[in-house]
């Protein structure tokens, strides 16, 4: 029996269950160039940077290979992002914070990792969880945002 | 006073009262990839010609127990009454109540079965039943010789949802948009059964999982023994013997931060293999929140430390096995990367 937990707290250690949800994700009526402005806006308006935008069809084009318009908006809070560094430089591939912005035809699909599904890996830092809750709810408000915006006309 | 807390009482309620509303509850929860009127995207289309094919039972239990493996995830937050309640809302689009379909097994032999279906379901739905080629849902801008993916009849997601009967009735109607031919005329009601009795018997294929020596663990983490610059000029150096291409390096702080205050000594050394890219993209398009691919180099308390996503726990994120599978190839990569610019 207890070979048993130990082997069922081994396979868990990790990510939680595959299949739950662990990506934060909408689908907007509207077009994807009018989706992005108004993602910078609001994660403005939440109270974070906009670091950068990364172009991934841009490149993919270069090489050849038609794509939909699709970028990634990176953002975050420097004084969250050094608190977290300076206790785990292994958060560091996650930070700054992202959202993928993919057309789909007239509409647009936003997506996110729920930053929640980190959490089981830093089992000792419940200051870490808080954090990574609030940075769920956040990005899943703003893509409630997104999602209600109307379809252009 | 004590009218005004009963009337506030009774408005509290009453969103408890009120059934839950199925299209918000759609919109919220399928909409990103069913479409919002079920015409699909990285999930199936739910058009009105396999509505009339599935039952309301079927919808059901695939939104409780998701496609483990496919994308599809479980919802076990929502209850009964919310659960009915899209069902009802996905209804509402033709107007016409689903099929109903008895819950008995069919009498059906798997080994009679299992060269009919090589023979006639093999060359579309795969040897195991996975599907034809990598991919889900419709096909949007993705180059696919379907129209529509068929579902992964392995799936144990699949297999708890849908009934022997419903199978049954699939087979012999075939599916007009899908591509998929009624075998009424090829097929007997008794050798439907044996192939039923088959499909029952699919497995999908096994997982393999990264290595157990980073398991459980954010991120690969190897401390260098050169010095900052020349850690990332080896980064560099390893991920173009790699075959990536290499984009200009940023600071993990820019943008985030003037460039007067800006961490200098954490680099993201940001990388890509747009022709595996491509691919990717087709298996999930929603790869996109855990690109780009990149090495961070970071000096901190007189240490220089290498740091990469553990790509092959965070390709489980999207429950899907194909992409799980490149995250255990990607970690490889990664991995000899990492060890030849710290070596």
Redesign the interface.
């Known amino acids: 029996m207890r070979k048993l937990l130990a082997i069922l707290l081994i396979v868990g ?3 939680a269950s ?6 934060v ?3 907007s ?1 509207a077009r994807a160039a009018h989706v992005m402005d108004v993602l910078k806006e609001t994660i403005l308006e939440y109270g974070y ?4 935008t ?1 172009r ?1 069809d841009g ?2 084009a ?2 050849h ?4 318009f ?3 908006v ?1 953002f ?3 004084k969250e ?2 608190e977290v ?1 300076k206790r785990h ?8 914070l ?5 057309a ?2 007239d ?1 647009t ?1 936003l ?3 729920d930053p929640r ?2 959490a089981p ?2 089992p000792d830092d419940a200051e870490l969880h808080v954090l990574l809750a609030r940075w769920y709810n956040d990005i899943d408000a703003m893509l ?1 945002e997104l ?1 209600e915006l109307k379809k252009a006309p | 006073m004590k009218y005004l807390s009963i009337l506030l009482l009774s408005l509290l309620s009453l969103p408890l009262m009120a059934a839950p509303d199925g299209k918000a509850l759609y ?2 929860n399928c ?3 069913h ?2 009127k079920g015409e699909g ?2 999930g199936l289309p739910l058009t009105a010609e396999i509505l009339s094919q599935v039952s309301d039972d079927y919808i059901a239990k695939t939104i409780r ?5 496919r994308i599809m ?4 937050a929502l209850s009964d009454a919310q659960v009915q309640a899209i069902v009802r809302y996905i209804r509402s689009w033709s107007g016409k109540p689903g099929p109903v379909f008895k819950t008995t097994r069919l009498q059906g032999d798997s080994a009679r079965g299992k060269p009919l279906f090589e023979k006639h379901c093999v060359r579309c739905h795969g040897k195991d039943g996975s599907g034809e080629g990598p991919g889900t849902g419709v096909t ?2 993705r180059e696919r010789s379907f129209m529509v993916m068929p579902a992964a009849l392995n799936n144990p ?1 699949f297999q708890q949802s849908a009934s022997d009967a419903m199978i049954h009735d699939i087979v012999l109607s075939g599916r007009k948009v899908g591509g998929m031919p009624s075998f009424k005329s090829k097929l007997t009601d008794q050798e439907v059964a044996d192939v039923v009795a088959y499909v029952r018997t699919l497995k999908p294929p096994a997982l393999h999982q990264g290595m157990e020596e980073w ?5 690969y ?1 190897m401390e260098s023994p050169y010095d900052f610059e020349t850690t990332v000029e080896n980064v560099k150096q390893a991920l173009t013997g790699a075959n990536f291409r290499i984009f200009p390096p ?1 600071y ?6 003037d460039e007067f205050s800006v ?1 200098t000594r ?1 680099i ?1 050394i940001r990388f ?1 293999n ?2 595996e ?2 691919h990717l ?1 087709n298996i999930d ?8 691919c ?1 090495i ?1 180099v ?1 000096e ?1 308390d007189g240490k220089v ?1 290498v ?3 553990n790509v092959a ?2 390709a ?4 899907n096995q194909e992409l ?1 599978e490149v995250g255990v190839l990607m970690e490889e990569i990664i991995l000899s990367v990492m060890e030849e610019a710290t070596l």
């Not at chain 1, 595959?18 to 990506?23: D, H, K, Q, T, Y």
């Not at chain 2, 127990?65 to 493996?69: A, E, K, L």
């Open positions: 250690v990790g990510f595959a299949s739950e949800r662990n990506l994700m909408v689908r009526p940077q906009v670091a950068h990364q991934c490149g993919m270069e090489f290979y038609k794509s939909d699709y970028r990634v990176f975050g809070k420097v992002v050094r560094l430089p292994e958060m560091s591939p996650y930070l700054p992202k959202i993928a912005v993919v789909e035809k509409a699909v997506a996110a990792v599904a980190l890996m830093f409630e999602r | 919109e919220r909409s990103v990839c479409h919002f995207g990285i127990v998701g496609r483990p493996g995830p479980s919802f076990n949007l801008s997601g398991r459980g663990k954010p991120a983490i940023r993990l702080e820019q943008g985030l931060t961490n954490q993201s890509c747009f022709k890219l491509y993209l398009p929603r790869l996109g929140t855990v690109l780009p990149r961070n970071i901190r430390l740091i990469s996503a726990q965070l489980t994120l999207f429950n799980s």
